[in-house]
């Protein structure tokens, strides 16, 4: 019987160090061998359809029935603990939620706040959760960007043809079919109509295609070789060019400089604390020693024209007067305090909750925002795979971040932004990896103990 139990126990050991091998595999860079939650893919499709879909009062869309479809079971499953432990950026975004449902009420009553509030909670809550639950490993995460990256792959020949002709097929087909999105013509730029695609307005379209630069270079470009790599990366620059925008072309100058930081210094194992250090210095710098803000000179460096560059700097002006005027609940959906010629938009994504719903508001997407992260740029002790997917996350919300200066995310671009942002948490479960030097090291220590023996007194 003892026998057969130690024939069971070398069983299971070989099992478990099969198991172990191919864990080690994938995080060394194994490619893929899962398929993409159904959820999760279904949600990248209808961001697709740019059809408006009247009910009632509610302007719907192909991804909110998906998000309202798919909240209850997720918020199951989030308290359930099937996306990790509850994290302060989940708490955060329940918190704007409310702020801004009570916000509206205090400015607009209880029975207009519903369905604004309603929305907001689906797209925010619904979009993040979406990705904490079913994006929980590093295969999760590579499949989301390589469907990211077919979606704008295939966009990017209609895009081709729109910014030479200037007919926005795409939408012209969906059009056919059913109501859509309005074309959003602008006034050329280079020769070239500024591409629309499926989205409302170009800088819509551009940002949705900057944000994934990094995450298709570094996660489907991981293990593969120099040509696959570029060829990818060239290909999502591409698209973003295309939308001919000051917003997307920022994100795609920030991330190419941050992957430029990280190539040339990659055996500096402090270069993100350095490069970190220099930013707050600059920003430290800028605000004792100019009479400019950050903000205000970051926009007059990055606007396409100086005539957008002057718009935003009001904007940063006047909207940020009307936060200290309206400090708790915002004006709500009402006129904002600006200049006579200033149209109603509020092209700014960091500014605006302030306006609109309250500095609370503002904090908490704030806080959300750098409590996951801010945790996953300083994780340790990732694997090399693990490492990479990392780097490439942060990098990719720092463009987010940057752009969100000059942009306002609305409608499927604001929902992508929340669900990449969800789509990272999962690093933060991730165990913490020793290398075998390291586990050999304490191991030593102890041998050198128990050799020496007792000490004497």
Known sequence: MTHDLGGFDQINGIEQNRSRRKTAARDDGEQARKSLPWPVL???????????????????????????????????????????????????????????????????????????????????????????????????FYNVIVALFWIVAMLLPLSVFEAVTGRNIAREFFASLYQTVPDSYLEPRWGLRRVQSIFEHPILYGVFCASILTLVHLVLGHGKSLTQRWLKTATVGIAAFLSLSAGPMTALAAQAMLLGWNWVFNAVEARWRILGSFALLAVVSIELLSNRSVPVIFVSYFAFDEQSARVRIEIWRYGSASA????????????????????????????????????????????????????????????????????????????????????????????????MLGSGVWLLDQQTHISADQRRTPMRAMGKSAASGPRQN
């Open 324 to 419: 200290l005027n309206h400090p708790l609940f915002g004006v709500g959906f009402n006129e904002w305090e600006r200049a006579p010629w200033m149209t109603t938009s509020i092209d700014m994504f960091w500014i605006i909750d302030a306006v609109r719903h309250g500095i609370p508001a503002e904090f908490l997407m704030m806080l959300a925002f750098f409590a996951v992260y801010l945790p996953v740029a300083f994780k340790k002790g990732l694997t090399e795979r693990l490492s990479v997917f990392r780097t490439a996350f942060v990098i990719s919300m720092t463009g987010f971040f940057l752009v969100g200066w000059t942009v306002y995310f609305w409608n499927a671009t604001y929902v992508i932004f929340l669900f």
């Open 42 to 140: 279904l949600f990248l499709i209808s961001l697709l359809i740019p059809w408006i879909i009247s009910i009632g009062p509610l302007r719907m869309s192909a991804y909110r029935f998906v998000l309202i479809g798919m909240l209850i079971p997720c918020l199951i499953m989030w308290l359930g603990g099937k996306a990790g432990r509850i994290r302060i950026a989940d708490i955060s975004l329940i918190l704007y939620c409310f702020w801004c449902f009570l916000a509206i009420i205090m400015i607009h009553g209880f029975a207009y706040a519903i369905q604004p509030a309603g929305m907001i909670f689906i797209e925010t809550v619904g979009a993040y959760l979406l990705a904490r639950c079913f994006i929980r490993d590093a295969d999760d």
